[in-house]
């Protein structure tokens, strides 16, 4: 009874997740309007970052050397294009 039981859920989870990838809903698929909630959203980043550190510490319990990452924000970012393109206008 527990094998059957195991088969019938595992032929709905298929077929759900065949659903979602292929049926059109509004001219996307569920698939689809999931992947662009995701990346929308700020979960990815923090959900990528959490792997990240989790990697770090794991390479450094293992012995393996860790070079250390840097995380600006856009800001940041802006501000040091900013100043790089002002010293490369004025050296020249």
């Known amino acids: 009874m527990g094998f059957v039981r195991t088969c019938v859920w595992m032929v709905m989870g298929l077929g759900l997740g065949v659903a979602a990838a292929t049926l059109n ?5 569920p698939l689809a309007y999931a992947q662009a909630a995701w990346r929308a959203s700020e979960a990815s980043e923090w959900l990528q ?3 990240d550190d989790a990697v770090d510490r794991a390479r450094g319990a293992l012995g393996q050397s860790t070079r250390p990452r840097e995380r600006h924000s856009d800001e940041d970012r802006a501000a040091l294009d900013k100043i790089i393109a002002k010293r490369s206008s004025s050296s020249r």
């Open 49 to 51: 970052e959490r792997a």
């Open 25 to 29: 809903v509004g001219g996307k698929t």
